[in-house]
C-alpha cells in the first residue's frame, strides 16, 4: 500500500492556500492510501529536473509535485501550485542528499545556475570574501556540497547570501547564514550535530534520504491522521519535533539545564515535550511552570493536547510559580492577605515618612525588592558590602543606613498589620521548603524564565533535591517584558555546560523576524549566567511580505487605517481569530476595539474572561507573550507611549536602571511584533517611537 510523506515547506504554505484547493488537497490525498492510480493518477513531467518527479491532479487548475520512490512504497508530496507553475517548479528544482545528515534537500538549481556568474564577476572587485575564514574541509564537514561550495566561496556580502535563500538546500542555506552571522564552525554543527548520521551516506538513494528527514519531512501514518495535518498545519510540533530538538527533550542532564533561542523556535514545545518525557521515565512528580496564570493555562492546553495517557498527565502539574508558593503558604499558616500594588504604595509612604531619606518611596520599593529582597540581606553590614548590579546609583555609607532603616520599617509594619507582599510571601514558602526534608516535586520545568525574579527562583530551588534532571528552563532574555533580572548561580541554579540554543524559527516569516530583531541590534542582553545572549544565527525558512509600518497625523487616521486593514484581512480571507492588535496601554486597546466593533467587528479584550472565538484579539504588549496571530498590528507605537514613561526610572535617580528600563521597552516591542505569523503592521500618530529608527535601518 503507497505511503505519504509531506514535506515541511508544503506544510507551512498549506495555509495560505484558499479554502476550496485546501478542500480538494484533502480530499485527493485522503483516497491515496487506498490508491492503485486508478483514481489518483500520478504522471511523469517529461520536463521535469529529476526523472522521479510527478504530478497529482488536484482540480483543473491545481497541481501537487510528488517524489516517486525508486524501490519503496513511500511518495513526499513537495508542492501544490497552479497548472503552469507547478511544471515550471519541477524543471527547475531537483532533490540531493546532504552528506552531513543523509536527510533529502530540495535545490533550485536553474536559479543558482543563474546567480553564479553575476556571483564571479562581483567578487572580481573585491579581495573580501564572505566565508574566506572558513576552510573547504570545514565546509563540506558540515554538509556544503560542490555546488554550494562554487557559490559560497564568490560571495562578498551578507545581502548576496540573503538573495540566495531559495535558490540553496535549505540545511546548507543554514549553515552559511550561521557561519556569516558569526557562529564558530563548532557552533553551527553543534547545531545540526543532532542531525548527523554515522553510516555512510549514499548520495543516490533518496529513499532513504526521506526516511532520514524527521525535521523536514512528515510521514503520516493512514488518511485520518494525514486530515488532523491538514487541518491545523501550524500546530506540527504536536506530532513531530526537529532533531535539535527532540536531543533536549530526550537528554539526560547531572543537574540544571537551558534552553535558549529567539522568539518561535520551539522553546515552549521543548518545555512541554521534557514535561512528558520526564513522566515516561517515572522517576517522580514534575512542576511545568511559569510567570503568569495566563500562561500556565496555555502551558495546561499544550500538556491535555500531548499527553493523552491519563497516567502520565497526573504526574505533571501546571502552575504558575506565585500561585504554587502561595499554596505553600496556605497549606501551613492559611490564606494569605497579599497588599494591591495600591495599598503596598500607601505602606511605603507611611514608613518613609517616619524615616525620611530625600529618595523617592519608588526608589525606595526598587532598592529593597532589586537588592535587600533579591539577595537575601538580612543586616545593615551586610547591605552595606552587598553588590549592587542593576542599581546605578552609587550611595554612601550613611545613605545606605536610612535606607535600610526605612526598609526595616517597612516590613515591620507589614508584620504588625499580619499582610503581606509576593516578595515576602515567596520569602516565607522558601523557608517552609527549605525546612521540609520531603520535597514535593522531582523535576521543575520552567518556560519563560526570563521573566522570574531571584526570589521565585529560590522557591523553586527548594521545592526539588539537587540531582540529575532537577530544574530544567526554557527562556530567551531578549524577551524579558518584567523588571527581573537574575544571576542563576546565585539561586543554587548552575546551567554551566547544560545549556543549548535553537535558531530555526517557526512562527515569523523571515521578513518580520529580521525587521524586530533590527529593534535590538546593539542592545547587550545578559544570560542569567554571567555573561551575554546572542541570537546571531537565528533565522526562519518561511517567507512572506515585510512589515508595513504607517504612521499618520492623528489617532483618528491611525484608527481609521486600523479598521481599513482587519476588513481587508478579513476578505482576504483570514478568520477574526487569527488577527491580534496590541498596544503598550489597556485604554488604546480599548479604544481600538470601540473603532472596530462601530464598523461591525467582533473583538475580544484578553484582560476579560469573555470567550475569544470567532473574534479580534486585543490588549497591551503584556498580555500578548506566550500568543501568536496569523495577521498582528502593533498600534500606538508612538514616542509618548513607546516607551512609556511611566515605565522608566528617572535618569536623575539612577541613569544605569533607566538605561535598563528602556532595554525593557525595546524588548517589549520586540515581543509584541514576533507575534505575527506572515503579516504585521505597525501604526502611530504623531512622532514614531525611538525604538523604530533601528528596526527601519536594518529594513
Not at 478568520?575 to 486597546?589: D, F, L, M, N, V
Amino acid at each position: 500500500m503507497p505511503k505519504l510523506a509531506i514535506h515541511q515547506q508544503f506544510l507551512l504554505e498549506y495555509g495560505k492556500l484558499t479554502g476550496p484547493v485546501q478542500q480538494r488537497v484533502c480530499e485527493v490525498f485522503k483516497k491515496f492510501a487506498d490508491a492503485t492510480f486508478a483514481g489518483v493518477h500520478l504522471e511523469k513531467i517529461n520536463t521535469a529536473r529529476n526523472p522521479r518527479f510527478r504530478s497529482i491532479r488536484i482540480d483543473n487548475h491545481w497541481r501537487g509535485i510528488v517524489l516517486a520512490p525508486e524501490t519503496g512504497d513511500t511518495y513526499l508530496l513537495l508542492k501544490v501550485l497552479r497548472h503552469d507553475d507547478a511544471y515550471a517548479w519541477a524543471a527547475r528544482r531537483d532533490v540531493t542528499v546532504n552528506m552531513a545528515n543523509g536527510g533529502i534537500e530540495i535545490r533550485n538549481d536553474s536559479g543558482l545556475d543563474a546567480a553564479l556568474p553575476e556571483l564571479a564577476a562581483a567578487a572580481e572587485c573585491t579581495p573580501e570574501r564572505l566565508f574566506g575564514h572558513v576552510k573547504d574541509s570545514e565546509l563540506r564537514r558540515l554538509g556544503i556540497d560542490d555546488r554550494t561550495l562554487a557559490a559560497a566561496r564568490a560571495m562578498t556580502s551578507q545581502a548576496q547570501l540573503d538573495d540566495a535563500h531559495g535558490k540553496l538546500p535549505s540545511t546548507q542555506w543554514d549553515v552559511l547564514f550561521g557561519l556569516a552571522a558569526g557562529l564558530s564552525v563548532e557552533q553551527v554543527w553543534s547545531e545540526i550535530g543532532a542531525d548527523a548520521v554515522s553510516e555512510p551516506i549514499d548520495a543516490t538513494d533518496l529513499d532513504t534520504a526521506v526516511r532520514r528527514s524527521p525535521g523536514r519531512v512528515l510521514l503520516v501514518d493512514g488518511p485520518e491522521e494525514l486530515l488532523k495535518v491538514f487541518a491545523d498545519p501550524f500546530a506540527l510540533w504536536r506530532i513531530y519535533l526537529h532533531p535539535t530538538q527532540q536531543a533536549i527533550v530526550d537528554g539526560r542532564f547531572r543537574g540544571p539545564a537551558r534552553v535558549t533561542g529567539g522568539p518561535g523556535t520551539g522553546k515552549t514545545v521543548v518545555a512541554l515535550h521534557r514535561a512528558r518525557r520526564l513522566a515516561e521515565r517515572g522517576a517522580g512528580r514534575i512542576l511545568l511552570t511559569t510567570f503568569t496564570s495566563t500562561l500556565a493555562d496555555s502551558l495546561q492546553d499544550g500538556i491535555t493536547t500531548l499527553v493523552d495517557d491519563p497516567g502520565l498527565a497526573a504526574a505533571i502539574t501546571v502552575r504558575n510559580v506565585d500561585r504554587f508558593a502561595q499554596n505553600t503558604f496556605r497549606e501551613k499558616y492559611g490564606q494569605p492577605h497579599i497588599l494591591t500594588a495600591d495599598d503596598e504604595a500607601a505602606l511605603w509612604r507611611q514608613a518613609h515618612a517616619r524615616c525620611p531619606t530625600g529618595f523617592t518611596e519608588t526608589f525606595l520599593a526598587e532598592e529593597w525588592r532589586h537588592v535587600i529582597v533579591a539577595q537575601q540581606v538580612t543586616t545593615l553590614e551586610q547591605y552595606r558590602t552587598v553588590s549592587r548590579g542593576g542599581r546605578g546609583r552609587a550611595l554612601g555609607r550613611q545613605q545606605k543606613a536610612r535606607i535600610w532603616e526605612v526598609a526595616t520599617l517597612f516590613e515591620n509594619l507589614l508584620a504588625e498589620s499580619n499582610v503581606w507582599t509576593w516578595e515576602t510571601l515567596r520569602r516565607e514558602a522558601t523557608r517552609i521548603l527549605q525546612d521540609s526534608p520531603e520535597k514535593p516535586f522531582r523535576h521543575i520545568i520552567v518556560d519563560e524564565a526570563q521573566d522570574l525574579s531571584p526570589d521565585q527562583w529560590r522557591v523553586l530551588r527548594a521545592a526539588t533535591a539537587t540531582g540529575p534532571d532537577d530544574i530544567f528552563l526554557a527562556g530567551d532574555t531578549h524577551q524579558r517584558i518584567y523588571d527581573n533580572r537574575v544571576s542563576l548561580r546565585d539561586t543554587g541554579i548552575d546551567v554551566t555546560g547544560r545549556s543549548r540554543r535553537l535558531s530555526i524559527n517557526y512562527r515569523t516569516t523571515a521578513e518580520i523576524l529580521a525587521w524586530s530583531l533590527g529593534l535590538l541590534r546593539g542592545e547587550p542582553i545578559d544570560d542569567m549566567n554571567g555573561g551575554l545572549e546572542s541570537i546571531a544565527g537565528c533565522r526562519s525558512e518561511i517567507h512572506g511580505t515585510p512589515p508595513d509600518p504607517a504612521g499618520f497625523a492623528t489617532q483618528h487616521a491611525e484608527l481609521d487605517h486600523i479598521v481599513r486593514t482587519v476588513e481587508t484581512w478579513i476578505r482576504s480571507g483570514v478568520a477574526s481569530e487569527e488577527i491580534g492588535i496590541a498596544t503598550r496601554a489597556k485604554w488604546t486597546a480599548e479604544q481600538i476595539a470601540k473603532r472596530l466593533e462601530a464598523a461591525g467587528l467582533r473583538t475580544h479584550l484578553l484582560s476579560r474572561k469573555s470567550k475569544a472565538d470567532r473574534k479580534i484579539s486585543l490588549g497591551t504588549m503584556h498580555r500578548m507573550k506566550g500568543l501568536e496571530f496569523r495577521c498582528m498590528i502593533v498600534a500606538g507605537v508612538d514616542d509618548d507611549h513607546v516607551p512609556v514613561a511611566s515605565a522608566l526610572t528617572p535618569i536623575e535617580d539612577d541613569p544605569h536602571a533607566h538605561a535598563l528600563d528602556l532595554q525593557r521597552e525595546r524588548c517589549l516591542l520586540f515581543v509584541a511584533c514576533t507575534r505575527a505569523r506572515e503579516q504585521l503592521v505597525i501604526t502611530w500618530h504623531g512622532q514614531p517611537s525611538r525604538f523604530l529608527a533601528a528596526a527601519q535601518r536594518s529594513a
